[in-house]
């Protein structure tokens, strides 16, 4: 089990706006830019880094993205940045933060989302990135409210928010830009489960708990990495595509030694040890 003071002092990555920190096969990432958690280019570079210090990392099954503080996990893009820039930044800008994103979502870990107060405009493009969404009940708020500003979801909303609820909602819900809460957040579908916590830390706790369920030893760490690839990549493709990338990783977790433990324990009748080779 992995507890927040197992994870130490996180590190501060190279620009100071994300810090590190990993122990027990999880990664915790945080985002760090008071008062409200925007993500600048500075941000974004941090967040690269740390993606992927965990990719290259075989001790790491699964990433936890946070924010500092309770009242933010990110409140999007800081828009006093984006008044002073000129458009041509503005564009290497989105188009730097739709790359590091998509790095995340291509990184065969798992990478849980851990929304603790307001997530709102690019804070929610930077969680429809991860592949689960975890929410504390009663902390906030979320939604893409970029129209509001004459401008749309820019850093892969609106792909992932219609991958995520379908057309015609994620339509109504960018278009209107409204605001909700974790609970309506978790019935669109939005989210993956909502948690009551006293505070942020004990949110934290119960998240890296929940996400150690899905590291070893209780289960085969590059199973679950490859099952997110085949899906995140497979959903991409023509089905035959997908079905040759399916079995292509399956080739790759046939020759490993938690498919080894995994089969034997089954046949001999007791639980798997894991240790994610």
Not at 38 to 44: A, L, P, R, T
Not at 222 to 230: D, E, N, P, Q
Request: with cysteine; aromatic share 6%.
């Amino acid at each position: 089990m992995t507890h927040l003071d197992d994870l130490g002092t996180p590190e501060p990555l190279p620009l100071g706006k994300v810090t590190y920190a990993s122990a027990g096969g999880i990664a915790l990432v945080t985002l760090q830019n008071p008062p409200a958690n925007g993500y600048s280019y500075e941000m974004m570079r941090d967040l690269d880094e740390a993606i992927l210090r965990a990719r290259f990392d075989d001790d790491v099954f699964a990433i936890v993205l946070a924010g500092a503080g309770d009242k933010f996990f990110c409140a999007g893009a800081d828009i006093a940045m984006l008044n002073d820039v000129t458009p041509s930044f503005k564009y290497a800008f989105c188009l730097h933060a739709n790359e590091t994103l998509s790095r995340l979502e291509q990184t065969p870990k798992l990478v849980v989302a851990a929304l603790g107060g307001h997530t709102v405009g690019g804070g929610l493009e930077i969680a429809l990135a991860a592949d689960l969404r975890v929410a504390r009940r009663g902390s906030g708020k979320c939604g893409l409210p970029e129209v509001s500003l004459g401008v749309l979801p820019g850093t892969g909303g609106t792909q992932r928010m219609a991958r995520a609820v379908g057309r015609s909602r994620s339509i109504e819900l960018m278009a209107s830009g409204r605001t909700f809460d974790y609970d309506e957040a978790h019935a669109l579908g939005i989210v993956d489960r909502v948690q009551d916590a006293a505070d942020e830390q004990a949110f934290l706790e119960q998240t890296l708990e929940w996400v150690a369920d899905f590291c070893p030893p209780r289960r085969a760490g590059l199973s679950v990495g490859l099952i997110k690839r085949a899906v995140t990549s497979g959903l991409e493709m023509p089905l035959e595509s997908g079905l040759a990338l399916e079995r292509e990783l399956q080739a790759r977790l046939f020759v490993s030694a938690d498919a080894r433990e995994g089969i034997a324990a089954f046949v001999e009748k007791r639980p798997a040890h894991f240790e994610g080779r």
